[in-house]
């Protein structure tokens, strides 16, 4: 939950049920929704005391009303339309992702014109083209299977590395060749990814499911043999084929789409090895790259306030409180129009 005036934050209070996750091995999504219930009141108690404002004193409240989870959404929407209706405060159901990007104008004020934004988390792998946070944003290319936070997720808990994955690849891959092992590249292929002039279908998007499979396949191959598992190189290499692919192609949808400026979040972003070849490629192609706090990156309420402030700013109309959950809200309605 987070309270914004203009492009300042005034608080970013995160209420995570991580450590549930952490107990069951992953996101179970009737969990998540419970937490949200569990936690709402006492967060938003919280969050105004720490901002020092009354609720009275709040213009607008936004709430995501997709894409993501449907339980834990419901939960959001349900809390906020109360709090709309209790209060007689504008409601506005914004998008998630977009809602990513514009969390940036908490760290800089005003987005630059040519903007691209790369999304990676457990939920999403996006690259998105901004050309105006209240009414034009469009989906270049996105995963078609897994999220590559997800892969990582699941490739550590192959290699028996536990939950979350990617903080611990991330570590242990410094120890590993990348080289050691050729994981596919998903999606890289000419069929799919055709020329400048005549571009394949998924030119711009993602695949990582083929690659959780050959890392499977991988270690399988070391168990049968009575081998141990270099567990640092598999890491390693498993991340350098992600990492590749996903720096590769956005930097190609940048220069295809006249993006000079690229904008990285989502939990991912913490990567350290997807941040230094990023920066590289990006600095080689000219493109500008930001990447917001950590804090930021990953989900967080200030982030959809930080968007809730911009429409109310440049005078879209709100939601009210016809409305429901899209777990599919596709990326061009950046809020519902009711
Ligand atoms: O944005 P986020 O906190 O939540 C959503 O998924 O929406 O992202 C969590 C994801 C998890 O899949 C986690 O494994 C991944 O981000 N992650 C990382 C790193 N830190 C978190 N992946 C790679 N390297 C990291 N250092
Ligand atoms: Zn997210």
Partial sequence: MGIVRGTDLLVNAVASSMEEHVRFGGVIPEIASRAHLNEFVPTLESALTTAG????????????????LSGALMVGVAAAKALAMASGKPLYAINHLVAHVGVAVLDGGKLPE???????SGGHTEILQVNSLSDDVRLLGATIDDAAG?????????????????????????????????????????????????????????????????????????????????????????QEAVVDVITSKAVRACQ???????????????????????????????????????SLCTDNGAMVAALGA???????KPTGLKFSTDSGQPVSLISLVA
Avoid: M, W
Avoid at 56 to 62: K, L, R
Avoid at 114 to 120: D, E, F, I, T
Avoid at 180 to 192: Q, S
Avoid at 262 to 273: D, I, P, S, W
């Fill in 114 to 120: 040519n903007l691209g934004a790369l999304l990676v």
């Fill in 150 to 238: 997800e892969a990582y997720d699941k490739v550590a808990r192959l290699l028996g590395l536990g939950y979350p994955g990617g903080p611990v690849i991330d570590k242990i891959a410094r120890e590993g060749d990348p080289k050691a092992i050729r994981f596919p590249r998903g999606l890289t292929l000419p069929k799919f990814v055709g020329s400048a002039e005549n571009p394949g279908k998924h030119r711009h998007d993602f695949s990582f499911s083929g690659l959780k499979t050959a890392v499977a396949r991988c270690v399988e191959q070391y168990q049968l043999r009575g081998e141990e598992v270099p567990v640092a190189d598999i890491a390693a290499s498993f």
């Fill in 256 to 294: 295809e789409h006249g993006l000079t400026d690229l904008l990285l979040g989502g939990g991912v972003a913490a990567n350290t090895r997807l941040r230094e070849l990023l920066a590289a490629r990006c600095a080689s192609a000219g493109i500008t790259l930001r990447v917001p706090p950590r």
């Fill in 53 to 68: 404002v009354t609720l009275d004193e709040i213009d607008a409240i936004a709430v995501t009303s997709g894409p993501g």
């Fill in 310 to 316: 911009q429409l109310v700013s440049a005078g879209v």
